[in-house]
């Protein structure tokens, strides 16, 4: 069980117990008055937290099994109770407190009766705590845990023995043929020809040593297919005088691969009764001092392999091992004794290719059917299963135009209504995340399809909905980046940009994926998402009601949700097909609210309202007027992203107030008055500071990324920010700044600041920095000598829309650029010949320069040919450099 969600709603507890200076709960005596209730139900719930902790449901039978899954639901269910009763009525003090302030002024402005309905109906809210019923549950779940017998979790050794026996018993008739009698002619393998040459150089390479080749991907795109085309590639049968087919799946039983392995290379007398040691015997004696090709297929975890390779002889006979999976990391931790080959989706060339041979086996398409089938072809978005189930749709009909032409408009529904399992194949993959990673998984689902999440977003996001469990020493968001990376690696979330250093960027999910996690939201009810017409009246009152999460391209007006206030909806997340909403009918409907993402529309004014969801988290929202004081009691507020249509905003001085704010971003520059006390934010974007950055360090102590406009003709010492790893500097062009920049520094942006080149080597000298950008009169001056240098860990340098003529350097000046990017330098004669000669340049890539500057680069070009380089990538004038230089240059920092 995860309780990130419920360890976030504990932090809150704590403020709310111990006061930490929020005014809004310190000066509320009906707060201070509740506290020791609070105070009851946090240790309550912790006791509860611990003991469910301690227990391991590896180590249990099915009947405790089922009664501690029972306990944790019940207590999941009785921590929700317990949050929206206590936030309902926090939301009702607070409400009430700040309507009596402002009710004068209200009630003496004209429209102040509109005004009035933003506020929720009063029927819902919560004047009183009452905590009875949630404190007897979890009291009896405590009784009940009390009862479980955690001496005797573990199954009985000998009961457990025999049912490992009677699976490996079973698995010598119930597994995959391993013997690979379905021969690779009767699956089509268009696209995996390729792929099946790389890797069978690689299991016939002239290395005597036990060698361990890998195929990864996700469910669905060939691995099986591919291992069986080269388990019966001609020639890999002569070269191997053994070979042998285990499937391991999910449910790793040693017994069983050992069985499934000595019948694949005809052993089959007594394995029964034998014992692992017995069976471990038989294999290695088979195996020892012949030259063996292992297929170890669907393996799903490190310790099986641990475990499985001890099983295989390092005898020096130029044995292989074949491994295929759908995890990486399994791969990877492989890799120090092998290769690994991730396997590609498939062309849409590729996918209409498999799509016609699996139909018309071999003859001619039908030329009216060519249109629409090369649509259902390029609909199964390279995944070979999805093909293959819509070659089977086809082929019952395989003339009929008018039926290929209406299929070709709802290839998905065929696809997730496949009777053999289309999508359970990658249930698989879902049903073997743990526990913390499935909320983040299933999240994914609710977004538009093909969207292509914003890396940096959807952590905070996440962080934002209780996802993330803390841990010692990280911050929430490295631990989600992790989180993401395991989705990365499990092939479930695809990789869309990566930056220079190779950091993901963007990422998105594939179609059937997606339908995958569309499905399992439905079953587990974890979001509620509304594409089309509003809601009937007895769906308003059953589901949203009950909904913790929704995401809508529906106005808000058209859901008819006006009268109801869905008292458990945590999320609103907000894809409108219309640039405008009605931001009123949130506050009065959705009052609990922790994320609301309000960026795909505009709204005239801030709406007052917004100001009552006191448990926002996350807000993101596009107005037009000035950064509204009321904001700032906003005190749960964890990320704040500003879209606005003026030119620049003025801060509040009671932004201080925000003691959660650990991120602020905005499109237009911030004013940013003196605040009294540090606050905990780790990135902010175009901010000036009236006070200058001395008092940076002071007030954000743990700035992590910050976007700096730079308007006086001063010293800037950023040097003090210790914590600081990308920063961006926006200057004027007509006032020269003297910067120093602290060493911390991974990434750096410069614009019109104005600096003289001879000032580079403070920037030379930083330790960490790899990515360099400067543009605009960042630097001025017609000369720079890099000659003396050494820009020991840069990797990506771009220059643009700069005065220089003149650029001298060695290969030395920068030993690890991977790619260069100079654009708009219309005075820049050349580039140096010498960036050639730097091993690690991958690319160089220009735009709007100058005829004498692309002869230089036509050198560089030749001359590392003639040197036998040919992976040096060379784009001149290209018109959309974005695919290569992928760093969203700037929206970091911006």
């Known amino acids: 069980m995860a309780y990130a969600g419920l360890q976030m709603f504990m932090d809150k507890l704590k403020q709310i117990i111990n006061g930490n200076d929020i005014p809004l709960i310190n000066d509320n005596p009906l707060i201070l008055s509740e506290r020791p209730r609070f105070q009851l139900l946090y240790q309550e719930l912790d006791s509860v937290i611990q003991a469910l902790s301690n227990i391991h449901e590896d180590h249990r039978n099915s009947y405790e099994l089922e009664k501690v899954r029972d306990l944790k639901k019940r207590f999941k269910d009785a921590a929700e109770e317990a949050q929206d009763t206590i936030d309902l009525f926090l939301s009702d003090v607070i409400i009430r407190f700040n309507s009596r302030l402002s009710r004068s002024r209200r009630e003496g402005r004209r429209g102040g009766r509109r005004n009035r309905g933003l506020y929720p109906r009063s029927n819902v809210m919560k004047t009183s705590v009452d905590l009875e019923k949630v404190l007897k549950s979890i009291e009896s779940i405590k009784v009940e845990l009390m009862t479980i017998n955690i001496g005797n979790m573990k199954m009985d050794s000998s009961s457990r023995i025999d049912h490992v026996k009677t699976r490996s018993v079973a698995g010598t008739s119930y597994t995959r043929n ?26 016939t390479e002239d290395t005597k040593q036990l060698c361990v080749v890998s195929i990864v991907g996700m469910g669905g795109l060939g691995k099986t297919t591919l291992a069986t085309k080269l388990f019966n590639d001609r020639f890999l049968k002569y070269r191997f005088h053994i070979r042998a087919w285990a499937t391991v799946s999910q449910s790793y039983i040693r017994q ?33 001092g012949r030259r063996y090709l292992i297929v170890i297929d669907d393996i799903w975890s490190i310790d099986a392999w641990d475990d499985l390779k001890m099983f295989f002889p390092h005898d020096n006979t130029a044995s292989r091992i074949l491994l295929t999976s759908r ?98 194949t990658l249930a698989l993959s879902y049903h073997h995340l743990p526990e913390h990673l499935k909320e983040c998984f299933l999240y ?175 807000l993101a929202i596009w107005f037009s007027s000035e950064f509204p004081k009321s904001i700032c009691k906003l005190w749960s507020l964890q990320t704040l992203i ?44 175009r901010v000036t500071f009236e006070l200058g950055v001395d008092c940076l360090q002071e007030f954000f102590p743990i700035i992590k ?98 005065n220089i003529k003149q650029w001298e ?26 960036i050639g000669e730097i091993a690690t340049l991958e690319l160089i890539a220009i735009y709007g320069c100058s005829k004498s500057l692309v002869e230089s680069i036509e050198r560089i070009q030749q001359e590392q040919q003639d040197e036998g380089n040919d992976e040096l990538n060379i784009i001149v004038d290209g018109m959309d450099l974005s695919f290569y230089f992928s760093e969203d240059e700037g929206s970091e920092s911006e």
């Not at 399994?330 to 290719?353: D, M, N, Q, R």
């Not at 700096?708 to 003090?720: A, L, R, T, W």
């Not at 260069?820 to 580039?831: G, Q, R």
Request: hydrophobic letters at 40%; charged letters at 25%.
């Open 178 to 203: 391993p013997l690979g009698i379905k021969k690779p002619s009767e699956e089509i393998v268009v696209g995996l020809d390729r792929d099946a040459d790389i890797i069978r150089d690689k299991l």
């Open 642 to 685: 500003l879209y606005n249509y003026r030119s620049a905003i003025r801060l509040p001085s009671e932004l201080q107030d925000l003691l959660n704010l650990r991120h602020l971003r905005s499109k237009v520059i911030m004013h940013l008055p003196y605040i009294g006390k540090p606050m905990n934010l780790q990135s902010i974007t």
């Open 444 to 618: 994914l689902g609710g977004f538009p399809e093909d969207f292509e999440f914003n890396v940096e977003r959807l952590i905070w996001l996440w962080v934002a909905e209780g996802f993330i469990e803390e841990a010692e020493n990280r911050s929430l968001e490295d631990i989600a980046k992790a989180y993401l990376m395991d989705l990365i690696s499990r092939n479930l979330v695809i990789v869309a940009k990566r930056n220079v250093i190779g950091d993901v960027k963007a990422c998105k999910l594939h179609d059937l994926v997606r339908e995958l996690c569309l499905k399992k939201a439905k079953e587990e009810r974890f979001f509620l998402k509304i594409d089309h017409q509003p809601l009937s009246s007895q769906l308003r009152r059953n589901i949203l009601h009950r909904q913790r999460r929704v995401f809508t391209n529906q106005d808000v007006r058209i859901l008819n949700i006006d009268h109801y206030t869905t008292t458990t909806a945590r999320s609103l997340l907000y894809f409108p097909m219309v640039d405008t909403c009605s931001v009123d009918v949130i506050t009065r409907s959705f009052v609990l609210l922790r994320v609301l993402d309000l960026q795909k529309c505009h709204v005239k004014d801030f709406p007052e309202g917004l100001a009552l969801l006191v448990h926002l988290r996350y």
């Open 809 to 834: 350097a060695s290969s030395t000046s920068f030993p690890c650029l991977k790619r260069l990017s100079v654009t708009w330098c219309e005075d820049l004669e050349e580039i140096p010949l010498e």
């Open 256 to 288: 069983d691969l050992l069985i499934q392995i000595l019948v694949s290379i005809g052993v089959q007398q007594g394995l029964d009764q034998a014992s692992d040691s017995q069976l471990r015997e038989k294999l290695h004696k088979n195996l020892m």
């Open 327 to 424: 995890l990486n990391e399994v791969a990877l931790h492989v890799k120090p004794h092998g290769f690994v080959h991730s396997l590609p989706c498939l062309t849409e060339e590729e996918s209409w290719e498999v799509l016609k041979q699996k139909v018309f086996h071999g003859d001619e398409c039908p030329e009216p059917l060519i249109k629409p089938g090369m649509q259902i072809a390029k609909k199964c978005r390279g995944l070979p299963l999805s093909v293959v189930v819509m070659a089977g749709v086809l082929a019952e009909e395989s003339t009929n135009q008018d039926l290929w032409e209406n299929i070709a408009c709802t290839v998905s529904s065929y696809i997730v209504g496949d009777d053999k399992g289309c999508l359970e």
């Open 705 to 802: 990324k910050l976007a700096f406009c730079c308007d006086k003709d001063v010293e800037y010492h950023f040097e003090s920010l210790s914590n600081l790893e990308t920063l961006a500097l926006f200057g004027s062009s007509s006032r020269r700044n003297h910067i120093w920049f602290p060493a911390s520094l991974k990434k750096l942006r410069l614009r019109e600041c104005c600096l003289l080149w001879s000032g580079m080597s403070t920037i030379q000298s930083l330790p960490n920095l790899e990515v360099l950008e400067l543009s605009y009169n960042a630097f001025v001056g017609a000369h720079w000598d890099a000659c003396e240098q050494q820009f020991r860990q840069l990797k990506l340098l771009q220059l643009s829309s700069l």
